[in-house]
């Protein structure tokens, strides 16, 4: 009976002498199609080439090797997963709490918190609190909901619509950008501000010191002088 003993499975290729048939199809460097080869001459070609005979469809028959340098072919796979992982979006749902009379201040300061939020993408779950005889006027909550999905209709859409759940009352506002798409302008936003702080740095230090005019034009002056007690002196004599 087979009995796995654990360790991890390679989920890298097969290259050069780990790959064991007898012939493959072989593509070139330039992804030209060489034909089936035996292993041997394929092995031949990529020592004369000074690349790797990588093994890139094993269920194949025969396999498909092509002639690459695996090393590079790593690398550069590895900074188009990092890239990719970068740039993935994540569905983020941002949560704000407000009471049906909450003051004005309160409000513009919550509202400025879903306005930040809408505009970086993310799904913004608006709860309104009732507490006591609140609960007894569910259009106070629903017309608050309302007020706010107006003043921030420019950034984002009702997702879904106010609802009673017990002693609260939800609503979902959604973006109408998407999360990728804030992400680049925040990223432009950021390359930019660092590109004028770089500019303002250099226009600095481009910047001349204005303290030596002063001090030239006082030795401009004392030369006059000089030059008048010496003419002076000159006519005495």
Not at 18 to 30: A, D, H, M, Q, T
Request: with cysteine; charged share 35%; glycine share 6%.
């Amino acid at each position: 009976m087979w009995c796995y003993r654990g360790g991890s499975i390679s989920t890298e290729p097969r290259i050069n002498d780990r790959i064991r048939v007898p012939e493959v199809r072989l593509v070139g460097p330039s992804g030209e199609q060489v034909g089936i080869v035996p292993l041997a001459k394929a092995l031949e070609l990529a020592q004369e080439y000074d690349l790797d005979l990588v093994e890139v469809a094993a269920s194949a028959r025969p396999p498909v090797c092509k002639l690459m340098d695996y090393g590079k072919f790593k690398y550069e796979s590895a900074m188009k997963a990092r890239e990719a992982r970068k740039n993935q979006a994540h569905t983020v749902i941002k949560e704000m709490k407000l009471r049906p009379k909450i003051d004005p201040h309160d409000y513009d300061t919550k509202k400025g918190h879903v306005v930040r939020f809408l505009k970086q993408g993310d799904k913004v779950k608006i709860t309104i609190m009732f507490r006591g005889r609140e609960q007894s006027r569910p259009e106070l909550g629903y017309r608050l909901l309302q007020r706010l999905a107006s003043d921030v209709e420019e950034l984002g859409f009702i997702e879904s619509n106010p609802k009673q759940d017990g002693r609260n009352m939800i609503m979902v506002l959604g973006p109408h950008k998407k999360k990728t798409e804030a992400m680049a302008e925040a990223r432009e936003a950021q390359a930019a501000r660092k590109a004028e702080r770089q500019g303002t740095v250099a226009a600095d230090e481009a910047t001349p010191s204005e303290e030596a005019a002063p001090v030239e034009a006082a030795d401009a002056t004392d030369a006059e002088v000089t030059e008048a007690d010496a003419g002076e002196a000159n006519a005495e004599a």
